[in-house]
């Protein structure tokens, strides 16, 4: 036996001639370049998710985080950067445990092996966990818990905070307040924020906070696995801040967690610090925008007092404040005429109101007015029949009828009556009605009629003239007092 008979390659029994020669031809391949390849090709794998038993977990002094994931027989290298370690292994992970790993395939090249880059470590339950909290999701969003947004107080009087007093999110919280408003009124409610019995915990939290009179509740806890950050995830902390009367600001986790008290929250903070900055307002930029607002409002008043001053001065050099008895001059002298009115309208009134008094107290002054006012076709029709009768007198009488021509009007001018009786119509119908003895009736005889009233009473001739009228009242001037 040959010295290289115990290696494989160096029997040509076992390469051929023919395949070296293919494979000189083929070109040579460096192990850097191999190492290139390789790692490509698993580079086009892409993400991964590979389920395994975790071992034991090992942290360098760079803060790299190295374990196996171990099945079967397979052995799989993993590595946690150190800028992933706090969001990407879960507390209380132990080794032993069956977990799935999130992440994707490298090589390193120095020691020609791969590793899995690990981005999240969950625990293998936690596939039902996430299918839960989808059909918790959908049951929610059906609700509408997930469409109310109540906006934030500018300058809430207290907040509330619902969160451990030995968290790293409290401290955040207070270092925050500090930068922004030292001193600013804050609530704490200490409650457990993961573990058994948190979920309700954190429920009475958040009524109890509501009820003590804050304006505004923040739940806030740093960030965790799945598992850590579950019981932000059940329903009664959801029906908690739902319910609660002020608006709620959520702030679990990092920015990459979402959590179904995010989803029902009015407001979402990415970090503590953030929730900080959305509820405690800026003293100084408050400071600074009132100091501009007091500046603008000192301008304004100046320029409203010059604008009044300007106003003033072109005021008083009007011709009215010169003379200010120009303006009561135009009034003055329409009050005088209206007294002028006044005073001529009251006297005419009463002149003629004492007129009508004097006439209505002389009952023959008012029958004289009503027959000169009767027209004269009237009189003529009143006197026409009582010329035309034949007058009972003596040889007087007949004398004149005689010397007239058989006309009546010979005897009465004979007879010469007072003009008052033809001119007031008195000589009516009851004219040559001739007077009894005692009986006061109106001798016949127009020659001795008289145009007085005899004593016997009135005449109840309706057509008479010397029949009373009922005395009317007097005429009032156009505006005088009844």
Same mark, same amino acid.
Request: hydrophobic share 40%; aromatic share 4%.
């Given at each position: 036996?040959?010295?290289?008979?115990?290696?494989?390659?160096?029997?040509?029994?076992?390469?051929?001639?023919?395949?070296?020669?293919?494979?000189?031809?083929?070109?040579?391949?460096?192990?850097?370049?191999?190492?290139?390849?390789?790692?490509?090709?698993?580079?086009?794998?892409?993400?991964?998710?590979?389920?395994?038993?975790?071992?034991?977990?090992?942290?360098?002094?760079?803060?790299?985080?190295y374990f196996?994931?171990?099945?079967?027989?397979?052995?799989?290298?993993?590595?946690?950067?150190?800028?992933?370690?706090?969001?990407?292994?879960?507390?209380?992970?132990?080794?032993?445990?069956?977990?799935?790993?999130?992440?994707?395939?490298?090589?390193?090249?120095?020691?020609?092996?791969?590793?899995?880059?690990?981005?999240?470590?969950?625990?293998?339950?936690?596939?039902?966990?996430?299918?839960?909290?989808?059909?918790?999701?959908?049951?929610?969003?059906?609700?509408?818990?997930?469409?109310?947004?109540?906006?934030?107080?500018?300058?809430?009087?207290?907040?509330?905070?619902?969160?451990?007093r030995?968290?790293?999110?409290?401290?955040?919280?207070?270092?925050?307040?500090?930068?922004r408003?030292?001193?600013?009124?804050?609530?704490?409610?200490?409650?457990?924020?993961?573990?058994?019995?948190?979920?309700?915990?954190?429920?009475?939290?958040?009524?109890?906070?509501?009820?003590?009179?804050?304006?505004?509740?923040?739940?806030?806890?740093?960030?965790?696995?799945?598992?850590?950050?579950?019981?932000?995830?059940?329903?009664?902390v959801?029906?908690?801040?739902?319910?609660?009367?002020?608006?709620?600001?959520?702030?679990?986790?990092?920015?990459?967690?979402?959590?179904?008290?995010?989803?029902?929250?009015?407001?979402?903070?990415h970090?503590?610090?953030?929730?900080?900055?959305?509820?405690?307002?800026?003293?100084?930029?408050?400071?600074?925008?009132?100091?501009?607002?007091?500046?603008?409002?000192?301008?304004?008043?100046?320029?409203?007092?010059?604008?009044r001053?300007?106003?003033?001065?072109?005021?008083?050099?009007?011709?009215?404040f010169?003379?200010?008895?120009?303006?009561?001059?135009?009034?003055?002298?329409?009050?005088?005429?209206?007294?002028?009115?006044?005073?001529?309208?009251?006297?005419?009134?009463?002149?003629?109101?004492?007129?009508?008094?004097?006439?209505?107290?002389?009952?023959?002054?008012?029958?004289?007015?009503? !027959? #000169?006012?009767?027209?004269?076709?009237? *009189?003529? +029709?009143?006197?026409? %029949?009582?010329?035309? &009768? $034949?007058? @009972?007198? /003596?040889?007087?009488?007949?004398?004149?009828r005689?010397?007239?021509?058989?006309?009546?009007?010979?005897?009465?001018?004979? !007879? #010469?009556?007072?003009?008052?009786?033809? *001119?007031? +119509?008195?000589?009516? %119908?009851?004219?040559? &009605? $001739?007077? @009894?003895? /005692?009986?006061?009736?109106?001798?016949?005889?127009?020659?001795?009629?008289?145009?007085?009233?005899?004593?016997?009473?009135?005449? #109840?001739d309706?057509?008479?003239?010397? *029949?009373?009228?009922?005395?009317?009242?007097?005429?009032?001037?156009?505006?005088?007092?009844?």
């Amino acid at each position: 036996m040959t010295p290289h008979s115990d290696l494989p390659f160096g029997d040509d029994s076992v390469l051929g001639s023919d395949e070296i020669d293919a494979s000189e031809r083929a070109g040579v391949l460096g192990v850097a370049e191999l190492t290139r390849r390789v790692a490509a090709r698993l580079a086009d794998l892409g993400p991964l998710l590979v389920e395994g038993e975790l071992g034991p977990p090992k942290r360098a002094a760079s803060g790299h985080v190295y374990f196996d994931l171990k099945e079967g027989g397979a052995v799989l290298s993993c590595v946690v950067w150190r800028s992933s370690v706090a969001t990407a292994v879960p507390k209380g992970l132990e080794a032993g445990e069956r977990v799935r790993v999130h992440g994707r395939l490298d090589v390193y090249a120095p020691r020609g092996s791969y590793s899995f880059v690990v981005r999240r470590i969950e625990r293998s339950g936690a596939g039902e966990l996430l299918a839960r909290l989808e059909r918790l999701k959908r049951e929610l969003a059906e609700r509408g818990w997930f469409d109310r947004r109540r906006a934030l107080p500018r300058l809430p009087e207290c907040i509330g905070v619902v969160t451990s007093r030995d968290g790293a999110a409290f401290r955040d919280f207070l270092r925050t307040r500090t930068l922004r408003w030292p001193g600013y009124p804050v609530r704490l409610r200490h409650t457990p924020v993961q573990g058994p019995g948190a979920a309700a915990s954190v429920a009475e939290a958040i009524r109890d906070l509501a009820s003590s009179g804050v304006d505004v509740v923040v739940v806030t806890r740093g960030g965790g696995s799945l598992e850590d950050l579950w019981c932000f995830n059940e329903e009664e902390v959801a029906r908690a801040i739902f319910e609660c009367p002020v608006p709620v600001v959520s702030a679990v986790g990092h920015e990459t967690d979402t959590t179904l008290a995010d989803l029902v929250a009015d407001h979402r903070a990415h970090t503590p610090t953030d929730a900080a900055v959305a509820t405690i307002p800026d003293r100084s930029a408050l400071v600074e925008r009132l100091e501009r607002g007091f500046a603008h409002l000192g301008r304004a008043i100046e320029r409203a007092a010059r604008d009044r001053e300007e106003a003033l001065r072109r005021a008083a050099r009007a011709g009215v404040f010169a003379r200010p008895e120009r303006l009561l001059q135009r009034p003055a002298e329409r009050l005088e005429r209206a007294f002028v009115r006044l005073e001529r309208g009251g006297r005419n009134a009463l002149d003629a109101a004492a007129s009508d008094l004097a006439r209505a107290r002389d009952p023959r002054g008012v029958f004289a007015r009503r !027959a #000169r006012e009767a027209p004269i076709g009237t *009189r003529r +029709g009143a006197v026409r %029949p009582h010329l035309a &009768r $034949r007058p @009972r007198t /003596g040889g007087d009488g007949g004398a004149a009828r005689r010397r007239g021509g058989g006309h009546a009007l010979g005897g009465l001018a004979a !007879a #010469r009556p007072r003009a008052g009786i033809l *001119r007031h +119509g008195v000589a009516g %119908p009851c004219g040559p &009605r $001739r007077r @009894r003895a /005692g009986s006061g009736r109106y001798a016949r005889d127009a020659g001795r009629a008289r145009d007085d009233r005899v004593p016997g009473g009135p005449c #109840r001739d309706r057509a008479c003239p010397r *029949r009373p009228r009922p005395l009317t009242r007097p005429r009032r001037a156009p505006g005088w007092p009844s």
